[in-house]
């Protein structure tokens, strides 16, 4: 039974301890959405020891920690610990590194400023796929998150670091933002577990960590000897922190870089990874996804002009991030005594908002766990609440990058599905791993049949 937003309640949900812990050692991205729907999107306070933090899930709950109280709610606390000994104080922080850090690069992840690098990704995406061909000849099976990093990796690359950067440095980076994503994970579950003790993925976040400064550094400190004003974001940012403050601080502008990096690259790849499971166990909207390209795109290689043109696949890509939302958790710690649908919220509490559950909540989402793209038709969307579809969070604090993805993801699915036709060859049921983002644990194998071309 649904609670409504606006109904008085004293004290939330509780589910304690001797329930909660083994529900989210089983599966917790799961397990969360479950606790979530049976509470009808009312505020659960989940029972995990000494640490009880509060589950928000209700649209309206959203929209009070997200947007209209959004100070009262900060991204500080143990939750928040696991993820800054790699990103730093910067985009992903709060108080005045925030501030400067969103000034500098809100302008260099704009809808207008993102499609100006149209042209230059659908070149490299369209490179990066064609290197597919031999495996399509010979039938030789990729590993589909694997091509998925390394597609939008080249892309993402290019963008922020322009041509400093060599291929196979590029594709160092990608799996050691991969490891510091899902090694993080224990860390995210049981946040009140010291740093002194060593957990399962400590080791090797930390060899990760320290491998990506050992690529970024080198770069900052080339991009600033050049004193270049090229087109990529690594320029933009040092000239921007020296215009702010003189001498770009090194440790600054490499906390921003690896902020907006992942940012930009994750949501994307995890999302791409996804699809093809949802497209075998979907035939028909992997149909009309392909007589759409083909329609719109033709003979000629893929272009930034047809993005707006493939209205299908933009609502496939619309319910992707509805079922599979990169963010499964948005935490936030109380600054203030406050309340959240009548329960009170103390200040220092832990407040978990979490996009992965809001997505499924049956008050909101008609057939939520069934996946139909239909459902993003306009005529369908308008009475919608705005905060029940919050793939990159909301409020001052929503993700940069959501620009870049319907630019980049739509070109690489259109090249894939143009060339290839691509078929899931061990489809089985993906389990979600947390993590800074949502990943199947599961591998997926693809096989590439090249299309004739008619």
Known sequence: MSVAAGAVATTPRVLPFYRAIPRLMKDPVTELAKIA????GQVVQLGLGPFRPYLVTHPDHVQRVLKTDWTKFVREGMFWRPLRRVTGQSILGEGEGWESSRKILQPLFTARYTASLGEDMADIIADSISELDEHARTGRLVDGGYQMTTIVNQAVIKVLFGGRISRDIAERLAPEFAT???????????PFVSYSIKVPGDRAFLAAAQKIDEIVYPLIDQARAEKSTRNEVVSALIEARMAQGGEAGARQVRDDLVSIYGAASETTAMSLTWLW???????????????????????????PAHVPKLVYLRRVLQELLRVYPSAW?????????TDIGGVRIKAGSQVLVSPYATHRLADFWDRPLEFDP????????????RYSFIPFGAGPHVCLGQHLFYVEAPLVIANLLRRYRVELTNP??????????VRPKEKLMLKLVPRARD
């Open 277 to 303: 499971s949802v497209l075998h166990d979907h035939p028909d909207v992997h149909a009309r996804l392909l007589e759409e390209i083909d329609e719109v795109v033709g003979e000629g290689p893929v272009r």
């Open 428 to 437: 089985q049921r993906l389990t979600p791993v947390p993590g800074a983002s």
């Open 374 to 385: 239909e459902r993003w038709a306009t005529e369908n969307t308008e009475r919608r609440h």
């Open 180 to 190: 510091c994503a899902t090694s993080i994970a224990f860390r995210l579950l049981f």
């Open 37 to 40: 729907t049976e509470a009808g």
């Open 329 to 337: 958790i948005i935490p936030r710690q109380a600054v203030a005594d």
